[in-house]
């Protein structure tokens, strides 16, 4: 079992900026893939950005240039740091860690419980 916990949620204006936070633990042999998603009430959950154990980024279109997603050192932990916050990035955004629970299976995806980000105008 995995368990998913998300921080940093919060109201800002406009062009602001919020940093959020994920931790990933539990008796897993590894955690593969971290990254974060977006869900607004009546609309599926979006892709935000994701970032393998090795590094590599995958930055959704509508975020780029604005958003940068980062992986701790412990490889259990990664960051989202939203710049230039517009009111169409208000949303709940989870936090997903792919995880290898055990070798040769394949990954569990595991999710946090989501944290509110509202922009106003």
């Known amino acids: 079992q995995v368990h998913v916990v998300e921080s940093g949620g919060g109201l800002v204006q406009a062009g602001g900026s919020l940093r959020l936070s994920c931790v990933a633990s539990?008796?897993?042999?590894?955690?593969?893939?971290m990254g974060w998603y977006r869900q607004v009430p009546g609309e599926q959950r979006d892709l935000v950005a994701t970032?393998?154990?090795?590094?590599?980024?995958n930055i959704a279109d509508s975020v780029k240039g604005r958003f940068t997603i980062s992986r701790g050192s412990a490889k259990n932990t990664v960051s989202l740091q939203m710049n230039s916050l517009k009111v169409e990035d208000a949303a709940v955004y989870y936090c997903?860690?792919?995880?290898?629970?055990?070798?040769?299976?394949?990954?569990?995806?595991?999710w946090g419980q989501g944290t509110q980000v509202t922009v106003s105008s």
């Open positions: 539990g008796s897993v042999f590894s955690i593969d893939a």
């Open positions: 970032i393998t154990s090795s590094g590599i980024t």
């Open positions: 997903n860690a792919a995880a290898l629970v055990v070798p040769g299976r394949p990954l569990i995806d595991y």
